[in-house]
């Protein structure tokens, strides 16, 4: 299925800005959770094409001396503390205590996001101008929040993954002990996959089996090409 954003969603008609490196085209892929958009993220690392996974990246961050931790530290002392053992002091987060503290409050949520946004940017770019370098002609954004973000202005073209509601509720509850109802709110919480697929400029449906994810994949990326 081949959707354009470029006649549906005006956001997507931002030029891309003007220090990111050219040459490449750049493809979104961003979907709710459960939708299977890291399996999707996988077959292309297998492909050869570089994937940035903003989620890892978040970790990073957010790990004990990352770079994140200063900042969060001065806004919310109470979910950081320095780890002492190690002799050199590190700040290290306490993640269910962040995560208290921004469920309660959106407040507290825009403030993380605008403490993780630049810094989440400058990787990304690093990402893509190293890409560059090694003369890749394709690179793969992975963002669960690349509408939200504004993410999808830096791509040529975006790929959302769906599921069926039954298929991602059974998979978050495969790997998180939440009952069924807490994912539907979990869920609830999120972008509409409807909303996310007319953004969308392929949409990847992976509620059958790996085989047919696979084989809808290799089909959006023979369109790329095709328009390159």
């Known amino acids: 299925m081949m959707r354009s954003a470029r006649r549906c969603w005006p956001a997507r008609l931002v030029r891309k800005p003007a220090d990111m490196p050219a040459g490449m085209t750049v493809i979104g892929l961003t979907g709710g959770m459960g939708a299977g958009k890291s399996t999707a993220a996988c077959m292309m690392r297998r492909m050869g094409i570089p994937v940035f996974d903003a989620d890892a990246a978040v970790h990073r961050l957010q790990a004990a001396g990352g770079a994140a931790l200063p900042a969060i530290a001065a806004r919310f002392p109470q979910a950081v503390r320095q780890d002492t053992a190690t002799g050199d002091a590190r700040w290290v987060l306490d993640r269910p205590a962040l995560r208290r503290i921004v469920s309660a409050s959106p407040d507290a949520l825009s403030v993380l996001e605008a403490i993780m946004h630049p810094l989440l940017m400058r990787q990304a770019r690093n990402f893509l101008h190293q890409a560059r370098r090694r003369q890749k002609r394709d690179v793969v954004l992975d963002v669960p929040l690349l509408f939200e973000a504004g993410w999808d202005r830096l791509c040529d073209a975006v790929i959302v993954v769906t599921a ?11 790997r998180r002990a939440m009952s069924a109802e807490e994912v539907r709110a979990l869920l609830r919480r999120q972008m509409p996959d409807q909303e996310r697929c007319r953004r969308a400029d392929h949409v990847i449906r992976t509620g059958l089996n790996r085989h047919e994810t696979r084989r809808q994949l290799l089909s ?6 095709a328009h390159d």
């Open 164 to 174: 069926p509601p039954l298929v991602q509720i059974a998979r978050i509850r495969a």
């Open 220 to 225: 959006v990326l023979r369109k790329m090409k």
